[in-house]
Nanobody, 124 residues
Framework: QVQLVESGGGLVQAGGSLRLSCAAS????????MGWFRRAPGKEREFVAA????????YYADSVKGRFTISRDNAKNTVALQMNSLKPEDTAVYYC?????????????????WGQGTQVTVSS
């Protein structure tokens, strides 16, 4: 069974930090770009960050660049999102996803597998 399971969400004050983690079943993780997306209340799902299979290339939305860091541990089939200097506008459900080869890393439609999401709430 194909699975992506996120964890680590919660409530944090503005300026604080959270670390999200995504555990993947092996056959959907190996060799693929992995990404994080988020959906804020009343908004479309949007790209946050992505990382290549080797971890040597990372991609970020302008809104999180310099504050968020994506990483992966291929031995453990996990991908993480370290979120620092959080702002109230970062409040959203955060999703882990596996990219399909050949498509843009920034577009929701290019990701074939999704987790169930984890809620992040940043209070002001």
């Amino acid at each position: 069974q194909v699975q992506l399971v996120e964890s680590g969400g919660g409530l944090v004050q503005a300026g604080g930090s959270l670390r999200l983690s995504c555990a993947a079943s092996g056959r959907i993780f190996s060799g693929y770009v992995m990404g994080w997306f988020r959906r804020a209340p009343g908004k479309e799902r949007e790209f946050v960050a992505a990382i290549s299979w080797s971890g040597g290339s990372t991609y970020y939305a302008d809104s999180v660049k310099g504050r968020f860091t994506i990483s992966r541990d291929n031995a453990k089939n996990t991908v993480a999102l370290q979120m620092n200097s959080l702002k109230p506008e970062d409040t959203a459900v955060y999703y882990c996803a596996r990219h399909s080869p050949g498509g843009s890393y920034y577009q929701t439609k290019e990701y074939a597998y999704w987790g169930q999401g984890t809620q992040v709430t940043v209070s002001s």
